[in-house]
């Protein structure tokens, strides 16, 4: 009796462990699946997406991904494997060489030609999707997050994103973005920069810089801070303010 009971518990063992060794080897398949329902569940589509899960499953290296959705993230890229670090279950690091994103084309019309810049910058109605994205829960629970090099794209439009780093602090999140090239869409000459921005967010958005804006052979620098408050999601209220900085380079009098 004794040893047919050793030898089913030797049987059941050597179940488990069997199965233990597929679910090993497969830890790369069942990862994949998990995050492709997940992201299917916010109504992206991948084309392709492999993972990499290490032997103690707490680094997932994220080989390829290029998945599509019909909301405002049209399609996610990523040019350059990445990497997530755990502590238990819980994501504690996270490093994107680089991220391309393509947003969908806006919906609200142009401002006509000859309002002035401005009106184009209509700050008020800008604003508004960029706090409700990065007060969204999901943003808000990131761990530590550094992207070496976003581009951002919209219809014919791009902003390049450099040295991005995310850091939760005890009330919300801290952005710092050492440089930031925008669409040369509204200046006649080179795109405008960003350098040396932060954005702290909690109850209210505080974003500030120094915005470089090359005309002819000038360059033109001004120190801003913008401030804004929502409630659920609508605008409380927006501050703004531009410094002048300085003006750099000189104009060649014939030329006048």
Same mark, same amino acid.
């Given at each position: 009796m004794r040893e047919a009971i050793r030898k089913r518990l030797l049987v059941i063992f050597g179940l488990l462990l069997l199965l233990g060794l597929v679910a090993f080897g497969a830890r790369n398949r069942i990862a994949e699946s998990i995050v492709r329902s997940r992201l299917s569940a916010r109504g992206f589509t991948c084309a392709a997406l492999t993972l990499e899960l290490n032997a103690t499953f707490q680094q997932v290296r994220i080989v390829e991904l290029s998945c599509g959705s019909p909301g405002v993230i049209a399609q996610l890229d990523l040019p350059q494997p990445a990497v997530i670090d755990f502590e238990g279950f819980r994501a504690a690091q996270m490093d994107f060489p680089a991220v391309r994103l393509v947003l969908e084309a806006a919906r609200t019309r142009r401002a006509e030609a000859g309002s002035g810049m401005l009106s184009? =910058?209509?700050?008020?109605?800008r604003i508004v999707p960029l706090l409700r #994205?990065?007060?969204?829960?999901?943003?808000?629970?990131?761990?530590?997050?550094?992207?070496?090099?976003?581009?951002?794209?919209?219809?014919?439009?791009?902003? =390049?994103?450099?040295?991005?780093?995310?850091?939760? @602090?005890? @009330?919300?999140?801290?952005?710092?973005?050492?440089?930031?090239?925008?669409?040369?869409?509204?200046?006649?000459? #080179?795109?405008?920069?960003?350098?040396?921005?932060?954005?702290?967010?909690?109850?209210?958005? @505080?974003?500030?810089?120094?915005?470089? #804006?090359?005309?002819?052979?000038?360059?033109?620098s001004w120190s801003f801070v913008v401030s804004a408050a929502m409630t659920d999601s609508e605008l409380a209220d927006i501050h703004y303010e531009f410094t002048p900085n300085h003006l750099e380079g000189t104009v060649d009098p014939s030329a006048l």
């Open positions: 184009r =910058l209509d700050m008020r109605r #994205a990065l007060r969204a829960p999901s943003i808000q629970a990131l761990p530590p997050l550094n992207i070496e090099r976003l581009v951002l794209v919209r219809a014919d439009r791009e902003i =390049l994103v450099e040295g991005l780093s995310l850091q939760p @602090t005890e @009330t919300g999140q801290r952005i710092t973005i050492p440089y930031v090239r925008l669409d040369s869409g509204l200046w006649a000459s #080179a795109p405008p920069e960003i350098l040396d921005a932060t954005a702290e967010i909690d109850d209210e958005v @505080t974003f500030r810089g120094n915005l470089v #804006a090359p005309v002819g052979p000038l360059r033109l």
